[in-house]
């Protein structure tokens, strides 16, 4: 299982592995991968050179020509896939529309997970046909970003296909072995376990606030968490599962730390027209 954080700013991958032992429990593992250059994160910037479809840079070597080649460069797309009102910008229309192509948010998002799929394999030594299930972590309280998030895992090729290579879907019309988890929920589910409540040095129901502000968005989340029981031991089963309710959950879409870096440029702007005009 592969679980995926396609962030505003950067993303990560980190993997799930049962290994098989014989006359024992399987080990299971869970750890971050390296992407480029040995790091665990790949800025989520893709430059498209020369404006052609067929000549793209993704990551730090996009990173780098944001400034100079600035009609070139998509970063911070993952704000623009909440919604369509980036389609009532004709500025931001005309450069996602490459070759003579429109491109979407989510078509430049799916270049992104490609490019972390083909650093996962090439820097971790792991066959992608082993991979069977991916989870993707999304802002809270967004349903068209959900959708898009789905959009952009089939244009990837990431999908189980059939013979006619059609992507195989559950009932509901979703990507069979693809998954959407809101992101304050993951970061509830990693803090429950290191806490214990999933087994071991059990706690007693608890109620967490996860306050989450990030690249591009916003959000706070207020979940309750009731303690795995019957066994102490760490065993992931269905009947001693920790149970995760959202109380409540609010972000605001629009805000984030690319946000505040626009502020304090407008800042820094002011005051140096100011002193020297």
């Not at 700013?9 to 390296?34: A, F, G, Q, W």
């Not at 790091?39 to 990551?59: A, I, Q, Y």
């Not at 109620?207 to 968490?225: A, N, S």
Request: proline share 4%.
């Amino acid at each position: 299982m592969l679980g995926i954080d396609l962030g505003t700013t950067n993303s990560c991958v980190s993997i799930y592995t049962e290994h098989e032992v014989c006359d024992s429990e399987p080990i299971k593992e869970m750890r971050v991968l390296h992407l480029e250059a040995n790091k665990d994160t790949l800025p989520s910037v893709v430059r498209f050179v020369d404006r052609k479809l067929d000549n793209v840079v993704v990551g730090t070597p996009a990173k780098r020509m944001m400034i100079i080649k600035p009609n070139e460069v998509f970063a911070s797309v993952k704000s623009l896939m909440r919604d369509d009102k980036w389609k009532e910008d004709k500025t931001v229309v005309d450069k996602f529309t490459i070759d003579g192509q429109e491109l979407t948010p989510t078509d430049v998002s799916s270049i992104i997970l490609k490019e972390l799929l083909r650093l996962v394999k090439e820097n971790n030594e792991i066959d992608a046909e082993t991979i069977d299930e991916y989870v993707i972590c999304v802002p809270a309280n967004s349903t068209v970003y959900k959708q898009n998030i789905y959009e952009a895992v089939i244009k990837a090729g990431l999908c189980k296909v059939d013979e006619n290579n059609q992507v195989l879907r559950y009932e509901n019309g979703n990507p069979i072995g693809v998954h959407i988890l809101d992101e304050p929920t993951a970061a509830a589910i990693a803090y429950a376990q290191d806490k214990g409540f999933f087994g071991e040095g059990k706690k007693s129901e608890s109620t967490l606030l996860v306050y989450d502000f990030g690249g591009g968005t916003f959000d706070v989340t207020i979940l309750k968490v009731v303690p795995a029981e019957g066994t102490d031991s760490i065993e992931l089963k269905a009947e001693n599962m920790p149970v995760f309710s959202v109380l409540s959950t609010k972000g605001i879409a629009d805000l984030g730390g690319d946000s505040i870096d626009y502020v304090l440029m407008e800042i820094v702007a002011q005051q140096f027209y100011e002193q020297y005009n």
